[in-house]
Every structure is written in C-alpha cells, then in structure tokens.
C-alpha cells in the first residue's frame, strides 16, 4: 500500500476506535454516518481492528435483545495494555491499564536511583518492566507499548535523557539502552515526569478537566506540568516546566543540578528531611518516601516544633514559588503532587496565604491549591496514558492476531 494511502488507513483506523470509545457500542451503520466514512470502508476497517482485537461484535448490553443481535460493535477495551514506569530518585515505579481504563498493575519499589550508576539503575528498570510484562502476558492482555517517566530534561524524539539532576543522569540514551535489555518488541517511549503527572490530573486528577493548571511533583526535586488552554506546555525543546530550578535565593543552598538556591532546595523533600532530622544526610535512610513521610507526620503528631517550623518554611517557599508560576502563567489550579499531597492539610493555608501576600492580587485569589489524589503514582499513569493515546492514535501499533474475520455472532471477551 502507497505510504500515503497507508496514513490515510491509519487516520481512519483511529477515527473508528475514537469514534466506539467516545459513543460506546453502536452498528457498522451508525459508525459510518457518525464518522462521515462510507459503509464499505467502515466494514473493512472494522474487520482490521477485530483482527487487531481492539473491537468485538456484540456487546452485554445488547445480549438478548430483540431485533438486531450481534449488531453492535464495540471497543474491546481489556485485550491490550499499556505500560507507564516511572523511575525516580528513591522508587520505581509502574502503572498497566487497559483501554477501558481497568486497572492492571499499581506498584512502587523502592530502589536508590540517586546512589546507584545510571547502568545499575537501568538494568534495574528493565528488571521491573519484565516483571510488569511477564504479569501482564499471564493475564493475557497484549502489551502495546511502554513509556518511561525521569524527572529531568528529556529529548522525547531521540528517547535521551540530557541531564537528570538527581539521578545524577547526564546524556543517557534511556531507550536504545532498554532496546538492547531483551524487552518485548513494543514502542518505547521516554518523557519528562511532571509532563506525565500533569497529563494524568488533567484527564483523572482532582483537578480534571481544568484548561489552566499547574501541576507540581513533590519529590527530592520538584518538577512542573503546565497544562494551559486545554494542552502540556512543551515549548521549544520540551523543556517547559524545569520550576524547581528557578533562582529563589541567591544565598541558599547548592541543588542537586550545580547551581545554588534553587526552588527545589527550598521545597523539596530532601530539605524538609533535612530541616526535621538535621545532620541526616538524605541518603543515609534511603527509604520509601511514604515512610520518611510517616516518620515526619509522627513528629508532628508528637508536637515536635522543629517538624512544624520545617513544614511551615517549606509551606511559605512552595506559596512564593507558587507567586511567580501564578504571575507569569496564570493557571486556576495548582495541583500538589507527591509528598505535598500527602501534608496538603499543613502546607496549603500557609502557601496559600503567603501566594495573596506575594503575588499578583487577581491571579493569586483566583488561583487555589489542591492535593493530588493519584500519589506517588501519578507520572507513571500519565506515561500509561500516553501509551493508550498513541493505540488509539495509531491502532496499527498493535500486531494482527488473527486473520480478520468475515462474521463473528457474538461478542467474546
Ligand atoms: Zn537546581
């Protein structure tokens, strides 16, 4: 087939799926005159996407009524996944989806990236997304692509790393590496961290749905989303987004990415860490971050004042930060993910009041917090949803796996 004639398939391959999965279970004829499609065009790129197992004939809702069994064709959301892995300073992290949006696999590992070679922690990498295919092929789901989150500078069209500050990740070309690691033959993909969290709160997050917002990682660094007009702010390179390296004080400390009094040594967990248990060096406790956090919110449960006066710097940092993001992007929500979700109840009345006292008075009233619910989680759903988009996008993506059929009664799952 003609390259040309090739994209166009693809196109109306994609308006199909699209098209099922927006309307739900609905005839060849209904398909055509919501798509705009011919009839016979329609039977044919329906039966490719049989044979693709993405559709099926029939649906739960139909069975057993009269008149027109086995008519409606419907997305067959649970045959193929999607994989997000997201490997951060302190964890691993994966999150498999169907494209019903089941959820397949949830789970977070710790694993010391910061003190570990950026080899030993791809290895590592490859060893969970592995695990994550093996347990996806035992519950017989195809897997039709991975994409990976880093909190750092991605070149996502050369699947490179250019520099991950707290992994200590300088030019990593994170792909071609995985590529030779034995995974299964699927698309792999890399993308920034907060890009993918912001991606996943603006499709499933508290703040769904929201054009304008922000969306903060709290980890040891803290990286931005920016989502604005309805779509992630990529800018030029798609490096939009690096706030927790915006100068704040040029007298403060030195950050992880060489420069000195970055946001992030103000706002990060390594600092709050610091400032509660001083003279412990973060790697010397290397855990969960759950667990540092459930170390501090029992000192702050104790009445330790230290704890609360850390909590409470950290609190009016995140609301100056908060002022120039507001000042300069004026979103509607600032979403808290990570750790800041987690003591969202202690930092938001202080960041928030320290973003009036700041910022600029219109965008900084309208503009509120708000504590992400997607957890540690969040950038390796984003990435699974990348994954799902690009299925849907480009359904060929997914292998044959039969011959298409001519007629299939009734619907199998
Ligand atoms: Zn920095």
């Not at 699947?159 to 033959?185: F, Q, T």
């Not at 987004?241 to 915006?246: K, L, M, S, W, Y």
């Not at 409470?312 to 808290?336: D, K, S, Y």
Request: glycine share 14%; aromatic share 4%.
């Amino acid at each position: 087939m003609p390259a040309d004639q090739a994209s166009v398939r693809r196109a109306n391959l994609s308006l199909v799926l699209r098209h099922l999965r927006e309307h739900g279970p609905r005839s060849r004829a209904a398909v055509a005159a919501g798509t705009g499609l011919n009839k016979t065009t329609v039977t044919s790129l329906v039966a490719e996407l049989q044979a693709r197992g993405l559709v099926r004939e029939g649906g739960p809702q139909h069975e057993g009524a009269v008149g027109r069994p086995g008519l409606a064709l419907a997305l067959r959301g649970s045959t193929v996944a999607a994989l997000g892995v997201e490997v951060n300073v302190d964890y691993i992290a994966s999150f498999a989806t169907d494209l019903g949006g089941r959820i397949l696999i949830d789970r977070r590992l710790s694993f010391d990236a910061m003190g570990s070679s950026p080899e030993h922690t791809l290895a590592h990498l490859a060893g969970v997304i592995k695990d994550a295919a093996g347990d996806l092929d035992g519950l017989g789901v195809t897997l039709a692509g991975i994409t990976i989150a880093v909190p750092g500078l991605v070149d996502v069209g050369r699947g490179r790393v250019g520099v991950a500050p707290n992994l200590g990740w300088h030019d990593v070309p994170i792909v071609g590496h995985l590529r030779r690691s034995g995974l299964p033959e699927v698309p792999i993909t890399v993308d920034n961290d907060a890009n993918l969290a912001a991606l996943a709160e603006y499709t499933s997050g508290v703040a769904a749905g929201t054009p304008d917002l922000v969306c903060l990682t709290g980890e040891v660094g803290v990286g931005g989303g920016i989502i604005t007009g309805g779509r992630l702010l990529g800018g030029a390179d798609g490096f939009a987004g690096e706030v927790g390296h915006i100068m704040v004080d040029p007298a403060g400390e030195r950050c992880g990415c060489g420069r000195v009094g970055c946001w992030e040594t103000k706002v990060g967990l390594a600092e709050l860490v610091r400032a509660v248990t001083p003279g412990h060096a973060y790697r010397t406790h290397l855990r969960d971050p759950e667990e540092r956090l459930a170390e501090i919110e029992q000192r702050l449960d104790a009445g330790d004042p230290r704890a609360a006066g850390a909590v409470a710097e950290v609190a009016r940092w995140l609301g100056r930060g908060a002022a120039i993001l507001v000042n300069l992007l004026n979103p509607r929500v600032i979403v808290l993910g990570g750790y800041f979700a987690r003591l969202a109840g202690l930092l938001i009345p202080l960041a928030a009041a320290e973003l009036g006292r700041v910022g600029m008075s219109d965008p900084a009233r309208r503009c509120r917090f708000a504590a992400s619910d997607l957890g540690f989680g969040a950038a390796s759903r984003g990435a699974a949803g990348v994954v799902v988009e690009r299925v849907l996008s480009d359904p060929t993506t997914v292998p044959i796996r039969a011959a298409p059929p001519l007629h299939q009664p009734h619907g199998r799952r």
